[in-house]
């Protein structure tokens, strides 16, 4: 139990943002305490064990141009990485196309004639772009033309988000699929280079050899082993706040509420949590702009099969409207380690959804009934080969760039700038879509601001960036 009297840095949220800062401040000689409401670090990087079968929710490679970053995973894991080859398809109208694209699959596939139609689709769109870029939709088809738009972006895109991509706004695309363009596209499904300046062309990568979660387990240990605190199943209660600072914050772990003084304080959690945890609240246009922020959720059916090998494949993006399924990842082609029996083969078919639609609703048995047919409808593997099944539901994956997102977001910003001693960080602290590395960075950067420097976390992946 962490005592009234110490002054700790306090860190809200064990993903990997609110690990990095932890990690960072101890080396630092500061004194974190991090507190995770959850009973395993990671968040939506984590790694479930299942019956000695691992599953990635979500499906994270550890590749970064941040060589602060390179070395932060170095130093917690030295001799836990595997090199994997990456092997990814994209399944659209009962095809599968290599990505990133092999030209001559593609050509295959889609047919000659096709192929002509969206290079005048694009020649059309050069010659007459959208003037404006609002939203995903125009953003996409100035760079690709209207016809590879409704081929490969617009059916997947919207299965992701739920909503039609002209509502989504165009700085998602600005941010993540930034660099990306048909030219780059093109260039490495000809010459099948290693485009290291597009992440979604990377070919290698690295991979814990136990899946995520062991990185965030073992930074973990070592926060704990160098004098930091980390509190798992600890909610957080209350932030108290006065005169442009936080004076205290309530925590409830173990059955009892206790406070601990806010001599700094780093959140990662949801920015529309955060507010409603402040005490006393925001101004009332702060709350608004806060119940008005949006996030996608997604279910991960981990699914056991009978089989040894059922496709060389990572993960899989189905873009076909026809199943509910979104993106399947093969763990065994991740790492042998994820799977206990080499004779299996376990599959995490991803839905993506909305907390309280149906899909998040539907009970366990009958979503692993839909995963079970699906593998089948997508000629991947016989339905009857699925002999175990657990699901994993993850709230709040992905924050959304819908219509008024950036105002409410700005509002929010505003009033937290007039906290001095609270910083938040990490995807959802920034309601930002980062990647885990651009997570990272804010958290040491965070840590830096402690001591003096002063970095602007919310400018971190502003820069061209990479998509997946």
Known sequence: MVSESQSPVVILGAGPAGLTAAYESVKRNLSPVLVEKSGQVGGIARTE???????????????????????????????????VSRISRIYYKRRFYQYPLSFFNAISNLGAWEGLLILGSYIRAKMQPHEKEENLEEWITNRFGQRLYQTFFKTYTEKVWGIACRDIQSDWAAQRIKGLTLKSVLYDAIFRGNNNQVKTLVRRFHYPVA???MMWESMQKQVEQRGGQVLLNAETVRIRHAAGQVQYISLRHLGQEFSLPGKTIISSIPLDELVFMLDPLPP??????????????????????????????????????????????NFKNWSPAMVPDMSKTSL??????????????????????????????????????????????QPKAYPIYNNGYRQHVQTIREFLGTIGNLQTIGRNGLHRYNNQDHSMLTATMAVANILGEKHDLWAVNTEPSYFE
């Not at 702060?286 to 990572?314: E, M, T, W």
């Not at 995963?371 to 002999?387: H, P, R």
Request: hydrophobic residues 40%.
């Open 348 to 393: 995490g078919m991803e839905y993506f959804c909305s907390e309280g639609d149906e899909l998040w609703s539907m009970p366990d048995a009958e979503l692993l009934r839909i995963a079970q047919k699906e593998i089948q409808i997508l000629g991947l593997g016989e339905a009857s080969s699925v002999e175990d099944g657990v699901v994993f539901r």
């Open 211 to 213: 899946g995520p979660g």
């Open 49 to 83: 064990n299942y019956r000695g079968y691992r599953f990635d929710i979500g499906g994270h490679r550890f590749f970064t141009h941040f060589e602060e970053i390179q070395r932060i995973w170095n130093e917690v894991l030295p001799k836990d990485f595997v090199t």
């Open 284 to 329: 009332q246009q702060v709350q608004d702009a806060a119940r008005k922020l949006a996030y996608r959720a997604f279910i991960l059916a981990g699914v056991i099969l009978n089989r040894p090998r059922l496709f060389p494949d990572n993960w899989i993006y189905v873009h076909s409207p026809d199943v509910k399924v979104g993106r399947i990842q």
